[in-house]
Structure formats: structure tokens, C-alpha cells
């Protein structure tokens, strides 16, 4: 593996792409612990940590899906979230409003055209959201958690004690402006470094709160046996999460590497006194078609009615039993309701990004056929008929990887952070994107006639 790594780093293209995509994510950390203007980190992480509830597992999903850093208010606080809202909106608006859709038919022009449209649409998201997440913030604090002390007097309003209209418009325009950076920064890395510069922001902000959430493990475990369910944290607890760990790594990588591959056969043609064609091929359908964003997808729209019935419960205590049924791990609605929303996503998602009439229609004009199948109509069917049953398999692997965590969370004592992080949605983001990473860096030396790094 060190003579590998030593080969890597031999190739001068190579090396040059791994050392500035390693310095943009070193500005993205940078960027990443400076806080807003007068803002008093600890009294805001000590106001938002009584919150608990909705809004703390709220920033929670936040900073495992999105890379940002909303619990502590930094400039990159936003994360790429509304980046990839953007995206996801315009590559829904592809399948359902005809101008979209005839732009991504247009190739490289299309392409970027919609690239920029989709960052007009980033800053407009940003705006709403830095907005709310600020508004968000005045509402989860209160004068005896600590507000007076997260912004200086001069921005206070004389006459009230909400936080003065001139910090928040500064907020907004500062995460605003933090979002818009990251994303050019992950366009700098998709064009001059190597890997896609979107997932490795997502997959450095959950490696770097790893060791963090790890140590916090380490330091309150017990050598004893606790015993399970009692709230403390001992070696059966280390041993259930490290097999937990070695478990989700080796699934997502079969998951990942999980192919159904359908046999194609070429037609023949002859030109001149040759014969082209006639052989046999495979058409390769990815188990796991959707990714992550079934998980994204899910947790995001349950999360809303935990918070939603949480701020009700301070006008009547009814409300109560509702965000009860809502929270996540102690409650079997919201488990069956997670995973069916999972199914339903991911089905949704593959329907999107999977065209089978395309696809039947490319292998028509290349001249190639799958056996026993009429090219066409039949061909189609039989794709999407093999689609729906592997997409079947993927989304019960993405529902056993999301409900783990909130089940060890309940059940074990242990803090969500932990459980996303070492069995979970954040494991399965970070193994999948440096899966790919790898996969970018062995075409690089597969070019070069170097052994990739997956090879024994």
C-alpha cells in the first residue's frame, strides 16, 4: 500500500490535483470555525443546547448532510445545503417542465447554462435560509440563557430585546456570501483537483466532527460491563459500535460495487471484407441507484413535524403526544414512517435519474440488442422491470443504515452524533464519497499503466 501511495504521488498531474483539492479543504475548515459578527459562541451553544429537542436534532441533521456548522453560527454555517436544494430542484424541474429538460439535451452548452441558473437560484435559497436560521436562533434563546452576551450593545435594539435589524441583515448577507464561497470552491475542485468537490466539503465536515465525537464516547465509557439501556456507557457498548462500524463499511462498499448485469449482444455488419460486431457485452445497473439522497429526502421532511408540535406544546400540552409519535428513535411511527419514506424516495429518485426509454433507444441506434428482448418498447420494460426490483434491495439497505443509529441512540445511551457518525448516514456519506475518491485517483494511474490502488 506505501509503494502505492509513493506511485501516486510520483505522477506530477496527480500530485498537484490531490495537493490543491487538500488546500481548498483546508480554507473550507479555515472558514469553517469563524463565527459571525458578535456573536458569543458559548452562550449561544449553551441557549441552544437547553433547546434540545426539534431544533437541536434539527442542527444535527444539518451538520451531518450538509457540511455546515449552524449550532455555532459561522460564516460557513449554511454549509452547500442550499447548493444542493438548487440542484435538486432543477434536476426535478428536468423531468416536469419542458424547457429545463430540452436544455440538458443540449450537452456541454445546456449543461452550463443550467449551472448558471442553478447558482442565481443558490443565492436566492441562501438569502430565505440564513434568514430563518437567524430568525431561528432569536427564537431558541432567551435574556436569562445568555443573549445578552451573544451580540455587543451597539447592535441591540433600544427599545426591545430582540436583536437589532442591522446584525441580521449582516448575518444573512455573511452566510449568504459563505455559501456562495463554497461553492465556488467546490467547483475549483471538481475542474482543477480531483473527486467531486461537493461530496469531499460533505465528507470533510463529517470526518473532522469524528475524532470529536469519538473522544466524547471514550471519556464518559466505563471499563465495566454496564450492562445495556442503563445510560452509561461501557465495553459492551464499545464492541457492539466497532462491530457496527466494520459492518457499514463493508456493506456500503458491496452496495456500492452491487451490480445487475444485464447481457447485451451487438449486431453484426460487414464492411468490405470484415466483419464488425457480434459481441457480447453487459449493461451494468447499479444497485444502489439513488445514493444518499432517499435519507436526505426523509429525514429532512420528518424532521419538520418534531418541530413544528414541539413549539405547539408551549401553547397546549396535547400537542405533545404528536411530537412524541415524531421523535426519532423512541417512537415506532417515526421509524415505520422513516423507512417507508426511504422506499418511497428512492423509487422516486431512480425514476428521475433512470430513463429505461433512453436507455433502450441508445442501445437501438448503436446497433446493440438484449437477447430475447425486441429492441424498443419490450427492451424498456424488461429494464424497468429489473430497475424496480434491485432499487428494492438498495432501499432496504439505506432504511437498515438510517434506522440504526436512532435505534443504538434510544436503546444504548448513546449521543446521535455518535451513532450517525460510527454506524450510520454520516459512515455511509464519508465511505462512499472517499469509494469514489479512490476510484478517480486508480483511472488516473490505470492511464499511466500503474496498478490501481484497488488491485491486490
Known sequence: MWEKLRVVFTIPELRQKILLTLGLLAIYRIGWQIPLPMINQEALQQATGQQGGGFGRMVEYAAVFSASNLSQATIFGLGIMPYISASIIFQLLGSVWKPVEELQKEGETGRKKINEYTRYLTVVLCMVQSWFYVRLYMMSVSP????????????????????????????????????????????????????????????????????????????????????????????????????????????????????????????????????????????????????????????????????????????????GNLARMFTSGTSLVHNVLYVAMIYFFCYFWTAITFNPKDISENLKNFGTFIPGYRPGKRTADYLERVMVRITYVGAGFLALVAIIPTMISSSLGVS??????????????????????????????????????LES
Request: glycine share 12%; hydrophobic share 50%; aromatic share 10%.
Open 144 to 319: 436569562d440563557t445568555g443573549v445578552p452576551e451573544m451580540i455587543g450593545e451597539a447592535f441591540r435594539s433600544a427599545t426591545t430585546q430582540n436583536l437589532a435589524l442591522g446584525w441580521q441583515i449582516a448575518a444573512v448577507l455573511t452566510m449568504t456570501c459563505g455559501t456562495v464561497f463554497l461553492m465556488w470552491l467546490g467547483e475549483q475542485i471538481d475542474e482543477f483537483g480531483i473527486g467531486n468537490g461537493i461530496s469531499l466539503l460533505i465528507m470533510a465536515g463529517i470526518l473532522a466532527q469524528m475524532p470529536g465525537a469519538g473522544w466524547d464516547l471514550i471519556r464518559n465509557a466505563k471499563v465495566e460491563l454496564v450492562g445495556i439501556g442503563t445510560g452509561e456507557t461501557g465495553v459492551e457498548t464499545l464492541i457492539i459500535l466497532a462491530v457496527l462500524f466494520v459492518a457499514v463499511v463493508a456493506g456500503v462498499v458491496f452496495i456500492t460495487l452491487g451490480q445487475r448485469r444485464i447481457p447485451t449482444q451487438s449486431a453484426k455488419h460487414v464492411r468490405g471484407r470484415r466483419v464488425y460486431g457480434g459481441t457480447r457485452q453487459y449493461l451494468p445497473l447499479k444497485i444502489n441507484q439513488a445514493g444518499v439522497m432517499p435519507i436526505i429526502f426523509a429525514s429532512s421532511l420528518l424532521m419538520f413535524p418534531q418541530v413544528i408540535f414541539g413549539w405547539l406544546t408551549q401553547v397546549s400540552p396535547w400537542w
Open 416 to 453: 446521535f452524533m455518535v451513532a450517525s457518525f460510527y454506524g450510520g448516514t454520516g459512515l455511509l456519506i464519508a465511505v462512499s464519497v472517499a469509494f469514489d475518491l479512490v476510484q478517480k485517483i486508480d483511472s488516473h494511474l490505470v492511464m499511466r499503466d500503474y496498478r490501481g490502488l
